[in-house]
């Protein structure tokens, strides 16, 4: 019960109703020019804009970023069930788990590398 009184909770419904609006506004914008599968890359870009330059002219306040840094660690688990469905997956593939593996590192792991790197020097 006294970790529920250490959370801020004000704090996590702004971070929470950040990250849905950006992304759902950024869906539905990229629904109307026909790309909705752009939609979640949208919205992470423009969030990280738009954080970029709030910082520029005004500091970014430590009960958001600690908010933000519990929701990422605490989220993580999240991602267990995708990847034990990844696993299952990865055992039926047989002799092309090499190119999976490549596209999976080049398309995820990269990325999200680059744009912790960006998020860390500028936020």
């Known amino acids: 019960m006294d970790r529920l009184k250490q959370i801020d909770w004000l704090a996590w419904t702004v971070t929470l109703s950040l990250i849905v609006i950006f992304r759902e506004a950024a869906v539905w914008i990229m629904t109307q020019v026909k790309f909705p599968e752009l939609g979640n890359l949208v919205g992470l870009i423009s969030l990280l804009i738009c954080l970029l330059v709030w910082r520029r002219f005004k500091k970014i306040s430590p009960r958001i970023i600690d908010s933000n840094n519990r929701l990422m660690k605490e989220s993580s688990f999240a991602f267990l069930p995708i990847c034990a469905g990844s696993l299952l997956t990865m055992v039926q593939m047989g002799k092309s788990i090499p190119v999976f593996l490549f596209?999976?590192?080049?398309?995820?792991?990269?990325?999200?590398w680059v744009y912790a790197k960006m998020a860390k020097r500028w936020l």
């Open 103 to 112: 596209v999976m590192v080049v398309s995820t792991l990269i990325p999200l």
